[in-house]
């Protein structure tokens, strides 16, 4: 007489690629030792004709910028608005990341959506709306959710994006006014 054993059905998950911790630690330590340090981000952008532009960083492909048909552009990539949400999404899953990593949290999964309110009535200051002022233009609300799993609890990881969207870097540039200028190179 045979006997058949059945197993009990298992669910595997696999891991997403970790940072180093290590190197992590070593970053957090020395701006705990220096907390007024900064970096500077540099890009070069040339514009190739109607709105499509190359955004040249590092040693990296360029990234396009164009803007839709609507709105006098070829549509061959992401609008400006577009690639500032792009921005956003990918430090604040950068954060979420590193803040997971810090507190011994492996992520399986790890997704940020997100949306902007934008208008452009002034036309690019290009005799639209006239009577707007610069916090009446760009951005008017942005919402994010983020779709995260992992070995923790949901409360556990709903602190982790808390904690990462507090010290976003991209986040809080957007939230906080800062000094910027223009001026003909």
């Known amino acids: 007489m045979s006997t058949t054993a059945t197993a009990e059905p298992t669910t595997v998950k696999a891991h997403l690629r970790p940072i180093d911790a290590a190197g992590l630690a070593a970053f957090a330590a020395k701006g705990k030792a220096n907390p007024g340090s900064r970096g500077t981000n540099k890009v070069h952008t040339v514009m190739e004709g109607q709105y499509r532009s190359l955004s040249y960083v590092g040693n990296h492909a360029p990234?396009?910028?164009d803007e839709p048909l609507h709105l006098f552009g070829q549509d061959t990539a992401p609008a400006p608005g577009e690639?500032?949400?792009s921005g956003l999404g990918g430090c604040i899953a950068v954060g979420v990341t590193a803040v997971a990593t810090w507190k011994g949290v492996k992520l399986s999964r790890l997704e940020v959506f997100l949306e902007g309110d934008i208008g452009n009535p002034a036309a690019w200051g290009a005799g639209g709306a006239l009577e707007k002022q610069p916090?009446?233009?760009g951005f008017q609300a942005i919402?994010?959710?983020?779709?995260?799993?992992?070995?923790?609890t949901?409360?556990?990881?709903?602190?982790?994006?808390?904690?990462?969207?507090?010290?976003?870097?991209?986040?809080?540039?957007?939230?906080n006014p800062i000094p910027f200028e223009i001026s003909m190179a």
């Open 63 to 65: 990234v396009v910028v």
């Open 83 to 85: 690639i500032v949400l």
């Open 135 to 137: 916090p009446e233009m």
């Open 143 to 152: 919402r994010v959710k983020v779709l995260v799993e992992g070995d923790a």
């Open 154 to 175: 949901r409360e556990e990881l709903d602190e982790i994006v808390r904690h990462a969207n507090y010290y976003s870097p991209v986040a809080n540039t957007m939230r």
